[in-house]
């Protein structure tokens, strides 16, 4: 019997570090690639007529991810530029660093997204409150892996 079933997994690592370089929290959380990430990755196996991913946010609410959402519920600053994209098989990562004053806050959300506004989300997280400071600096991975399940 042929198995065609594919189970996408997203992985956040989310470090935050003080001024003087002491890591504050560190945690590991799980995501949903929501409906419109869904129909994102599809689109891009028939073309790149989609931008690629190209930001994350964080924000304050802690509204449980749905799959048809398509934006953070409530944005703490603005979409960030990831810092780096990799892609090693069937894993891909992404990188966003938000520095001393961006970000700031009881963040209890994240996402990603393919614009610095509007645009496609492809998942987002809900987590307990990652309190960051006005001087720390917070590091999110965010690993997505395709697997046949």
């Known amino acids: 019997m042929i198995n065609d079933n594919i189970k996408l997994v997203g992985n956040l690592?989310?470090?935050v570090v003080d001024s003087s370089g002491n890591?504050?929290?560190k945690r590991k959380e799980k995501n949903l690639v929501v409906?419109?990430?869904?129909?994102?990755?599809?689109?891009?196996?028939?073309?790149?007529?989609?931008?690629a991913m190209s930001h994350m946010a964080v924000g304050?609410?802690?509204?449980?991810?749905?799959?048809g959402d398509t934006d953070l519920g409530s944005i703490l600053g603005v979409r960030e530029a990831?810092?780096?994209?990799?892609?090693a098989g069937a894993v891909t990562t992404y990188v966003s660093s938000f520095e001393a004053g961006e970000g700031t806050g009881a963040i209890t959300e994240a996402g990603i997204f393919n614009a610095s506004t509007s645009g496609t989300m492809l998942c987002r997280t809900v987590f307990a409150t990652v309190n960051k400071a006005a001087d720390d600096t917070?590091?999110?991975?965010?690993?997505?892996?395709l697997s046949a399940s």
């Open 60 to 67: 304050s609410d802690s509204t449980a991810a749905a799959a």
């Open 35 to 51: 409906t419109a990430g869904l129909g994102y990755i599809a689109s891009r196996m028939k073309d790149t007529s989609e931008t």
């Open 13 to 15: 690592d989310i470090t």
């Open 138 to 145: 917070m590091t999110i991975t965010w690993t997505i892996t």
């Open 82 to 87: 990831l810092d780096s994209t990799t892609v």
């Open 23 to 25: 890591v504050k929290e």
